[in-house]
């Protein structure tokens, strides 16, 4: 018999500029993700279903004016966090211009006193920006470790969301595996990322992405464009059945802002692929909230899995 009490469905959204069809920044660099895409795509096929969404913003786009005018502007419920694409921030800045850039390195991949500098750096200018200190992170390409979670807790996050259990990362200057992470929200163990220790008021969440694994075959990600919606149905009662004895569960779906801009990533390529995946996100978190469960923004989940 389930002893789930409390199913909380997040969205956590990398929000970054427009790329292309090889995941290269736009160029000449574009922001349509952010002042078409967020405003009158994103948030009012949210708002329809009742949805949360948490959008974790990028460097470039807390440097662009009329993105963080968008952001700021923008009406409905949601949760503003951070996303850090390690190249693009000092110390070691390695780009300036964006256009035409891949973003390879990984967070992690610096020396610890330069990652916390660089997610000190992102921090301050979210605040800069908003006018509050953001509580809740993904490292791009999901590049963290546990040192990032360490630097992460010293800047005041609450919630992390890099982890994505049954997968393994690498960059030319790190690797990063999350093969055997638990798939449910954990307070990692001391200097680990990807494995559960006792609780502490003073530890971050982690919030794994929600995905299952496949035999033989990579794991299906609870995530339009990925999954059908009968597969993200398929997920969520995995995920519901697997762990039964937990009071809270969590469901935790990802994608891009580009994602529903055409062309803007190797995704929807045409107004009917944009329109699809709209309609196959809003049917997969409909059918979740009849099935009982509720949406919170990222940061929400800090405290409800302390009683977990």
Known sequence: MSKVEDIIVTISID??????VNWVRSKPLTFDSITEGV?????????????????????????DEASVEALKNLKGEYEYGTHLH??????????????????????CGYAPEIEYQKLENLSKLFEQRFGYKPTSFRAGRYGASADSINSLEKLGYKVDTSVTPHLRWSEPNATV??????????????NKIAEAGPYSPSRILEAPVTVKPRLF???????????????????????????SDRKVLSINMMFHSMEVIEKASPY?????????????????????????????????????????
């Not at 929000?15 to 292309?20: L, Y």
């Not at 699809?276 to 909230?289: A, E, H, S, V």
């Open 217 to 243: 075959r990579d794991p299906r990600w609870f995530r339009p464009w990925f999954a059908t919606v009968d597969q993200m149905k398929d997920i969520f009662r995995y995920q519901l059945k697997k762990h």
């Open 39 to 63: 405003p009158n795509r994103l948030q009012p096929a949210f708002d329809e279903v009742g949805a949360v969404p948490t959008y974790l913003l990028t460097v470039e786009v807390m440097e």
């Open 268 to 308: 929807p390529q045409t107004p009917d692929d944009v329109k699809r995946f709209i309609d196959d996100m809003q049917r997969g978190l409909q059918w979740c909230g009849e099935e009982g469960a509720r949406f919170a923004p990222m940061s929400d989940l800090y405290d409800a899995f302390q009683v977990n």
């Open 86 to 107: 390690a190249a693009f921030i000092e110390p070691e800045k390695k780009f300036y211009d964006y256009a035409g850039i891949d973003s390879p390195d990984f967070q």
């Open 177 to 190: 595996d999350f093969r055997s992470a638990p798939e449910q929200p954990y307070f990692p163990a001391e």
């Open 15 to 20: 929000t970054e500029c427009d790329h292309d």
